[in-house]
């Protein structure tokens, strides 16, 4: 069965950094492409960042060059990096992959950024 679990999300003041973790289970995310989607309270879910399976890397230009994504196939775990966070980044985040043509979502981690 695949899972995807999210975790590391918290409060943070502006201007602080946190790390978000994209833990795999039943599915090898180092051959598969994994994206970052976030969504805002009153939001629709937007797309942040994507790792493709050959390690090439987008950015939303909203978080680029705040943000960075980026895998360790040992932990068969994405991460996704937030710097400089702002109050505008406040959401709850999902990692996101696409496998044997179904599409599997974490339950999502709360990030809330502090003025």
């Known amino acids: 069965q695949v899972q995807l679990v999210e975790s590391g999300g918290g409060l943070v003041q502006a201007g602080e950094s946190l790390t978000l973790s994209c833990a795999g289970t039943?599915?090898?995310?180092?051959?598969?492409?994994v994206a970052w989607h976030r969504q805002a309270p009153d939001k629709q879910r937007e797309w942040v960042a994507t790792?493709?399976?050959?390690?090439?890397?987008n950015y939303a230009d909203s978080v680029n060059p705040r943000f960075h994504i980026w895998r360790d196939n040992d932990r068969n775990t994405v991460f996704l990096q937030m710097n400089s966070l702002q109050p505008q980044d406040t959401a709850v985040y999902f990692c996101?992959?696409?496998?044997?043509?179904?599409?599997?979502w974490g339950q999502g981690t709360q990030v809330t950024v502090s003025s």
């Open positions: 996101n992959t696409l496998f044997r043509n179904r599409s599997y």
């Open positions: 039943g599915i090898r995310l180092s051959a598969n492409g």
């Open positions: 790792v493709a399976a050959g390690g090439a890397t």
